[in-house]
């Protein structure tokens, strides 16, 4: 008879990467540590002002318990509930769950924390922008003094009588 026991057979990583994990708390989790390790990043980086503490750690707790699954749309996942009863279709910008469905605005679930975290830690990383060249400005020219057109004149004058 075979065991229906999951947590020793490699499976693949959630993490997007695709490598097949082998050892067993990697399957347990779901994640590899170089995708474990990006998540939890993202845990701490990302911008989840949305979401109360309470939601945070819920969206934490199911990721670390491999509840969010991508499915073959991409930018959606599987995300199964707390009690593991249902199992709710989350974008982040929506969710089939109770509270995404029935208020208007819908109101940011747990869920969608959780895949807001998943999708942050799965984002490339900015790539460092290098400080633009110092531009060599040229020296301004100098000024030419304004000319006074009487000193002028009265010197062409001056000339003038000295000839004369």
């Not at 229906?4 to 499976?11: E, I, Y």
């Not at 109770?98 to 959780?114: E, I, Q, S």
């Amino acid at each position: 008879m075979s065991s229906t026991d999951t947590s020793t057979k490699a499976r693949k990583c959630l993490g997007g990467c695709g490598r097949t994990l082998r050892s067993a708390e990697a399957v347990a989790r779901g994640y590899g540590s170089g995708c474990w390790a990006k998540l939890r990043k993202a845990a701490r980086t990302a911008d989840l002002s949305a979401w109360t503490e309470s939601q945070i750690e819920d969206a934490r707790q199911a990721i670390e318990d491999g509840a969010v699954v991508p499915s073959t749309r991409e930018g959606v996942y599987h995300v199964v509930s707390v009690d593991g009863t249902e199992v709710h279709l989350t974008h982040r910008n929506g969710c089939n769950c109770v509270n995404g469905l029935k208020t208007l605005p819908p109101r940011p679930c747990w869920h969608r924390c959780a895949v807001a975290i998943v999708l942050a830690a799965s984002a490339p990383e900015p790539c460092p922008v290098p400080a633009p060249a110092p531009v060599a400005v040229p020296a301004p020219a100098p000024a030419i003094a304004p000319r006074d057109v009487l000193a002028e004149l009265e010197a062409m004058t001056d000339f003038m009588l000295a000839l004369a």
